[in-house]
């Protein structure tokens, strides 16, 4: 009889410790969400040039990275754009000094090659330089096995999701710990928070750039410098588009992927908030803390069959 009722107020505690627990979880959610997306529209917005006066981003000729190109040009920041592309480097910086009337540089560097950095770091020498976007990332080529992806694919989604991210922050990171002050945003993945089958070498790279974005922020604050990491989920870019299977998805979810210009607006307000790593864009942010809450394993077993490699492919 007494074991009997030592266990029904275990089972009591239990269950109020679990409810305590639920109730904690949803509150510090809802706070997270009203500080990231509500509390910025009332601060005093950010000013971008205390930080230096240029700004470097990386993959920045298309999608996100000119999307934030754009907005720290109207923000009064020099640019200095970089990507792989010559025609389009140049095209993007006319466009961004004339329309803001900053001063831009760009620098032709090719990610996939690991031998680029020492020309990238010769052509930042002298630079103010107080903002770094780590934005260049490739998707996977087509979603199927990871034992089917060949070895330059791998290679080529490390040096450009992994590898980028590192070396780019090493170049920047010396001359702001000097000046003690500075501003990197890493632009990870959702893909990263859920594990994602068929999409493995993407996901594990963009939770290489998150795990080393949420460290690194931690590590410089003692420095003054702010480091907030991205991890978006569908964007309405080139890399969405390409790819057959999440443009299908568009017609279901068509409500979760913003435009460029709306993702960057919003994921800029979030920098202030002082949380070192967000979605970047409401929707995205309610979506993940749902999955969260109910369940990542049920996620990853739609992500499988979505992306499961079919037979006419
Ligand atoms: N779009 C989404 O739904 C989504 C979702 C989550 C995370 N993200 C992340 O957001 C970031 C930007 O993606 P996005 O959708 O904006 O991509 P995007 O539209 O494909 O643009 C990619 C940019 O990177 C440049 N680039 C690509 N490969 C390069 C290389 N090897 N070397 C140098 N530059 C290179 C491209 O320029 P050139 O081709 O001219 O060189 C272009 O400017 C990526 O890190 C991606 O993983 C995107």
């Known amino acids: 009889m007494g074991s009997n009722e030592n266990n029904i107020g275990y089972i009591y505690y239990i269950y109020w410790f679990s409810t305590v627990c639920v109730f904690i979880k949803i509150l510090s959610s809802l706070f997270s969400l009203l500080n990231n997306y509500f509390l910025p529209h009332f601060r005093k917005p950010q000013d971008f040039k205390l930080y230096g006066q240029w700004a470097v981003v990386t993959g920045s ?21 970089i990507s792989r592309n010559e025609g389009k480097l140049k095209n993007t910086a006319k466009e961004i000094e004339r329309n803001y009337g900053v001063k831009t540089k760009y620098i ?3 990610f996939t090659n690991p031998n680029i950095y020492s020309h990238i770091k010769e052509h930042l020498i002298g630079l103010d330089v107080g ?7 490739i998707f996977i080529d087509k979603a199927e096995a990871f034992s089917r992806h060949s070895e330059e694919h791998i290679k080529n989604v490390i040096n450009v999701n992994m590898l980028s991210t590192a070396m780019m922050t090493s170049i920047i ?41 949420t460290g690194l922020a931690y590590e410089l604050k003692k420095f003054n410098i702010q480091v907030n990491t991205l991890t978006p989920s569908f964007v309405s870019t080139n890399m969405f588009h390409k790819h057959a299977r999440a443009k299908n998805l568009l ?55 979505w992306f499961a490699p079919r037979k006419q492919e």
Request: with cysteine.
């Open 173 to 213: 990171l010396q001359t702001m710990i000097v000046k003690k002050r500075g501003l990197i945003v890493n632009v990870g993945s959702a893909a990263a928070e859920v594990t994602a089958p068929y999409l493995t070498i993407y996901s594990g790279s963009k939770a290489f750039v998150a795990l080393f974005g």
């Open 131 to 137: 903002i770094l976007v780590n934005n260049v990332g």
């Open 108 to 110: 032709v560097a090719d």
């Open 61 to 81: 000729t298309d999608g996100i990275g000119k999307g934030f190109a754009n907005e720290l040009a109207s923000k009064g920041l020099d640019i200095c754009l």
């Open 251 to 305: 017609s279901l979810i068509s409500f979760t992927v913003p435009s460029v210009e709306l993702y960057v607006k919003s994921a800029i307000l979030t920098l202030s908030s002082g949380d070192v790593k967000t979605c970047g864009y409401f929707i995205h942010e309610v979506l993940l803390m749902t999955v969260r809450f109910i369940s990542v394993d049920i996620l990853n077993k739609l992500i499988q069959v």
